[in-house]
Structure formats: C-alpha cells, structure tokens
C-alpha cells in the first residue's frame, strides 16, 4: 500500500514541476497604466503527501461467562427429558413395537419403560470410567483476571492534504500564513492472552447395565441386517434361492437417567484464551497559524500548531476460546461499533525545497494530541444464547509522534 501512495505522489509532483508557468491569472482589466509585464505572486500552497504516526495505545480488561449454548440439562431423575451435554447427548426412548391400526397400516407403541434408552452418544473414551459407567459432561467457564493488558501498536501510514494561505511578512525575515488541513489514519491492535478462569464441570454418571461400553465417538440408535428365521428356525429364502434379512436394534442401551451426578470448580490460566481485536480509523481536521523561515532561496523552515478535531470509529471484538477436558473447544465471538468525536491539537516543523517558484518537497515531524476514550461490550446473554460478557478497551489517541512528507504546490 505504501509503495502505491508513493508512485502517486511521484506522478502528482513530476505533472506540477512540469506544469507550464502561464497558468498565473490574467492581470486585472482596470490597471491605470500600461505595461507589458504583470506579476502574480501565488499565496496559496496546496500540499498532499503521507503522514506516519506512532499507533493508537490501547489496553483490553473484562470479564466473560462461556458456555456451549447447546448443553441442556434436566433434573437427575425423569426419564421423559432430552440430556444434552458437551460431550454427548441421552435422549427419551424412542423404542416401540409396531402394532395394526386395524385400517391396514401399523402404529408406534411405546415399549413399557424399563429404564432405559437406545438413543445416546458419547465422543471419547477417557469418558468410560473405570466402574464401566459413561461419563457426561456440561462445562462453563467464567473469566474473573479483570486486570488490564496495555497494547503499544506499530505506527501507521496515512494520508494528508493542507491549505495554506499567505498572509504576509510580520518581521525582517518570517513569513507567516493561515494552515488548514485533513488527514487520515488507521487505528489497529490486537493480543492474545491466557485468562484466569473459573471452571465449573457438571459430570452425569449413567449405567451400561453391565454391557460393555461401545467404542467412541459412538452414536445409537443403530441398526443391522441379520438373517431372517422361520418358526422352525431355518432362514427364509428368496425366489432366487438367496436368504432374507430384516434390519434390527442392535444400539447398546444405556440408563434413561443418571445414577449420580457431581459438580466440581476448579480455578486455571490455561483452559481459556482470549483474542482482542481493535481495528478502525480516524480523520483528523486541523487549522492553525503557520510562520516560514527562508534559509536559502530554494530552502525554508516551516512552523504550525494550532487546534485538531478526530472523528474516530472503531471496531472492538473479544474471540474467546475455552478448551474442555473433554469434547470440541468451545468459540464464542462478541463484539462493538462505536464512533467518537475528540477536540485536540497539533504541532508541525517542516522543511520545504522548492524547485521552482510553483513545485516543491516538505519533509517534518509531526505531533499530535486529541486525549482518549473507553470502548465497552456488554452483552447480558438469553435463553439461546447464555454466554455473558462485559469487556473494555482503552483508546489512547493522545501523544501521537511522527513524520510526514510529500510535494507542495503553490497557485
């Protein structure tokens, strides 16, 4: 991006330096004398060119509650309830026998309970314990590290453009002038840091009723195909000879509710990661008194200061990243838009080379202040969505440093 701004500004100067002279305006008709020499001299300077300066300073705090917004937990006893955890799922029985409806079709009859279901699933095997039961988890974790983690960013580019009016001589050798000008730059930052978090693991406990457990990731009801079997216990045929199969249950069955249920709480650095982003951009208006100091003929020195106006907008978002001990870690994303308006101020010193009377270079550092303010995400959660989070971020867009170049043209 920086190699393309600078080919424009080489172009935009190579067109003004040779741009013809005879652009000056037409002397005025009303002259009281005659004369075949009239001299306009230019007291407008337009510049554009690109200005560097040190990033926008930032901090990220907060807390957060993350949770898989899928987890649904029923009470320990009731068989007519889905379970739905982290790492698996124990759903109502769907079983049933087919029965004629007498009107030459068959109804679903709900088996008599025996305290058990074929539709469950687990995904890993560290979740068989060793008394053979399967364990189901439900996890939430709350970031409680509210301390703040301060970000210095890189400079950034942006670009520039100034007005300049000459207001004349106001000693021997200073000249001085009225600036005006408009900037923009970016606003980018990010970390990533490991948060202090509590954890909170709910462990549902259920009864293979002595099977032996499937091997994970394991998901039932399940079927296969086996022979089919007359009265006499001889396979059924087809016309071709070939046997008959039917299909049948062959899910492993599990306990419809779980035998025990515990809940632990332990506090770690390592389960959840947080990722801050902040990323936008700010225009800077400004417009203050200039004074110029000739050096050489083609030489000067150049001072401005005066008040800034930043209308700044950013985007703030906090990805969290909580890692279970068991199932698939769990991402949640929350984020902000806001726009701020900031009074400030700035000071310039330049040094300008001029070409020709009309064309020339300036090359200065540049400071800047225009104070800071908080960015905040709140977000309360619902019934969909349960995650929670209340988190800050600090813009600091005072004391900005830098430097600026680019070409000058006077008209």
Known sequence: MMNKRFLVLCLLTATAVYAEEDSAPEPPSNLFFDTDVYIYEPKFTLSYGMRSLSGAKSSFSG????????????????????????????????????????????VNVPITPDGKTNSWGFGEAKQILPDGTIAMHSYTANVIDAGQREKNPASTYGAEVTLTRDLGRIAARFDWSLATGLSLNDIHSSMTNKERATITTVTDAYSLGGAPAPVPPYNSPSTASVPLIDASGNPVLNADGSGQTVSVDNSTLLGSEPDTR???????????????????????????????????ASL??????????????????????????????????????????????????????????????????????????????????????????????KVDLSSLQGFRFGVNYRF
Do not use: C
């Open 63 to 106: 807390t957060a509650m993350i949770t898989d917004p899928s987890q649904h937990l029923a009470g320990v006893t009731g068989t007519g309830e889905n379970r739905i955890y982290h790492d698996g799922a124990v759903r109502v029985d769907p079983r049933g026998v087919s029965v004629d409806d007498g009107n030459g079709g068959s």
């Open 262 to 296: 515990t809940t632990t709480t332990t506090v770690d650095t390592t389960s959840v990661t947080n990722r801050y982003h902040l990323k936008g951009a700010y225009f800077t208006f400004r417009a203050g008194p200039s004074i110029v100091i000739p050096v050489t």
């Open 300 to 393: 000067r020195a150049s001072f401005s200061a005066g008040a800034a106006l930043v209308y700044a907008g950013t985007t703030y978002s906090v990805v969290q990243d909580f890692v279970p001990d068991t199932g698939s870690e769990i991402v949640s994303t929350v984020s902000d838009t806001e726009n701020r308006l900031l009074p400030g101020f700035y000071a310039n010193a330049s040094m300008e080379y001029w070409l020709s009377a009309r064309t020339g270079f300036y090359l200065g550092a540049v400071y800047q202040s225009s104070g800071s303010f908080t960015q905040t995400i709140v977000s309360n959660g619902s019934p969909g969505l349960p995650n929670t989070a209340n988190y800050a971020t």
